[in-house]
């Protein structure tokens, strides 16, 4: 079982950046291939971002690349996203999300991502 709490969020002017953190509960958080997924009022949650177990392999939607870094702590048990850059349309309820430890590799994809925190809300001001 994981708990995962997410942080960080706020308002922020066009351009400017944000790092969000999530804090994991429990042992075996190195178990956990981690993502982060967005989701605005009236649209379906998307993929932002992922890393696998170790933190060696990351992956990022397109509309992200370039301007956001995933990156996790196994020690501190937490998955970072720096965002930079950043675009009205990147407003949004950020969630982290880890998947089931049957995994080793991170995913785009929701399914198999078993546990999700209550999410933080970006907003990004033009």
């Known amino acids: 079982q994981v708990q995962l709490v997410e942080s960080g969020g706020g308002l922020v002017q066009a351009g400017g950046s944000l790092r969000l953190s999530c804090a994991a509960s429990g042992r075996t958080f190195s178990s956990y291939a981690m993502g982060w997924f967005r989701q605005t009022p009236g649209k379906e949650r998307e993929f932002v971002a992922t890393?696998?177990?170790?933190?060696?392999?990351?992956y990022y939607a397109d509309s992200v690349k370039g301007r956001f870094t995933i990156s996790r702590d196994n020690a501190k048990r937490t998955v970072d996203l720096q965002m930079n850059s950043l675009k009205p349309e990147d407003t949004a309820v950020y969630y982290c999300?880890?998947?089931?430890?049957?995994?080793?590799?991170?995913?785009?994809?929701?399914?198999?991502?078993?546990?999700w925190g209550q999410g933080t809300q970006v907003t990004v001001s033009s």
């Open positions: 999300a880890a998947r089931s430890s049957e995994y080793g590799s991170g995913s785009p994809y929701q399914s198999g991502y078993y546990y």
């Open positions: 890393i696998n177990r170790s933190g060696g392999s990351t």
